[in-house]
């Protein structure tokens, strides 16, 4: 599968690992939008959260279990925000479901 998110989980494309485990992926991103900009992906591929379901949503879970860790390892003590873009309307440019963890600014309150 030519999917980029899957590259990078495998090694063949290089990534700035924060977090990895058996479910996990996570990798600082490569334009960050904030002074801590990290991808949390989940290691089975899923094209967004539109592919979500009963037989995989346990990665889900253990995406948002282990968000906290990445967060407290980022030092984010003050907030955070976590986002993942969908489709065409949502801006996904990348197709495999991935979520966006900014923080270490006041962030806007505009989110859209
Ligand atoms: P989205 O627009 O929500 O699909 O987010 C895709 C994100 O992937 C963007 O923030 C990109 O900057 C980021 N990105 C694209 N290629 C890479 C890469 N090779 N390493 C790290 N981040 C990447």
Redesign the pocket.
């Known amino acids: 599968m030519d999917c980029?998110?899957c590259k990078?989980i495998a090694g063949d494309?290089?990534?700035?690992k924060v977090y990895e485990d058996e479910m996990v992926y996570a990798?600082?991103?490569?334009?960050?939008?904030a002074p801590v900009?990290v991808?949390i992906v989940p290691k089975c591929h899923m094209a967004s959260v539109d592919e979500v379901n009963g037989d995989n949503s346990t990665y889900i879970s253990r995406i948002f279990e282990v968000i906290p860790q990445i967060a407290a390892a980022a030092d984010l003590k003050d907030g955070y925000r976590v986002?993942?873009?969908c489709g065409e309307h949502?801006?996904?440019?990348?197709?495999h479901l991935?979520f966006?963890l900014l923080g270490g600014k006041q962030l806007s309150e505009e989110m859209a």
């Open positions: 980029l998110f990078i494309i290089p990534s700035a990798f600082r991103d490569i334009a960050p939008m900009h991808l986002v993942t873009n949502g801006c996904q440019s990348v197709k991935h966006h």
